[in-house]
Every structure is written in structure tokens, then in C-alpha cells.
């Protein structure tokens, strides 16, 4: 079993960056495909982005293309969202979540593929 925590979040002015941080306690982090999600005030969980297990491919959500990146620090147990010109619409509570399984691409964005999640942390994007 492994525990997420999430940080990094905060109050960030349009067009900022912020970098957040998901922790693993229990486990190695190179055993488990990882994920973001985020959930906005009266709206759907959203996928966000997904590193795969054994071969480390990332897949993201269309419209987060080229402004945020995902990656992981094996040896530190941290999965990273990097996110950079961000907007009000980004706004929303942002989840790590982890899967022991091997996903397939498809897969990576249903929420009901991860088996373990984190509290989330607040982004805020607002001038």
C-alpha cells in the first residue's frame, strides 16, 4: 500500500507558475502508474496527466498540452506537476493518484483505475 500526500498549492496570478508535489510513503514510486487529477466547485474529477509504470510515458489532458508537465524523481519518491501559464480556468483541487497496474494508455484517465489517492492540494489562479 502506498500514501499520497500533495503540496505545492497556493494562490498564483494569471500567467504564473506553480510546481506541485505528491509524495509517496510505503512504496517505491517506479511500481505505480501515477496521475493528477483535478476537481473543480460543481464540476467532474478531471484528468489532468498519467506517467506509466514500466515504460515512464506520460499522457496528458489535450487542452494542458504543452503548459504542464508530469514527471517523477524515483529515488525521492515525488511525482511532480509542473504547470506554467496558468489561468483562472485552472482553478481546483489537485489529486495525485496511484495504480498498481499496468494501464493502458485508454485507460490513464478514468479515476476509477487508481487505487490510491491523495487529500489534494488548492490551486488558486486569480489577479
Known amino acids: 500500500q502506498v500514501q499520497l500526500l500533495e503540496s505545492g498549492g497556493g494562490l498564483v496570478q494569471p500567467g504564473g507558475s506553480l510546481r506541485l508535489s505528491c509524495a509517496a510513503a510505503?512504496?517505491?514510486?517506479?511500481?505505480?502508474?501515477m496521475a493528477w487529477f483535478r476537481q473543480s466547485p460543481g464540476k467532474d474529477r478531471e484528468f489532468v496527466a498519467a506517467v506509466k509504470r514500466r515504460t515512464s510515458s506520460t499522457s496528458y489532458r489535450n487542452s494542458l498540452k504543452g503548459r504542464f508537465t508530469i514527471y517523477r524523481d524515483n529515488a525521492k519518491k515525488t511525482l511532480y506537476l509542473q504547470m506554467n501559464s496558468l489561468q483562472p480556468d485552472d482553478t481546483a483541487a489537485y489529486y495525485c493518484a496511484a495504480s498498481k497496474r499496468d494501464l493502458m494508455t485508454s485507460a490513464l484517465g478514468g479515476d476509477h483505475e487508481y487505487e490510491y489517492w491523495g487529500q489534494g492540494t488548492q490551486v488558486t489562479v486569480s489577479s
Open positions: 510505503g512504496r517505491a514510486l517506479y511500481g505505480y502508474t
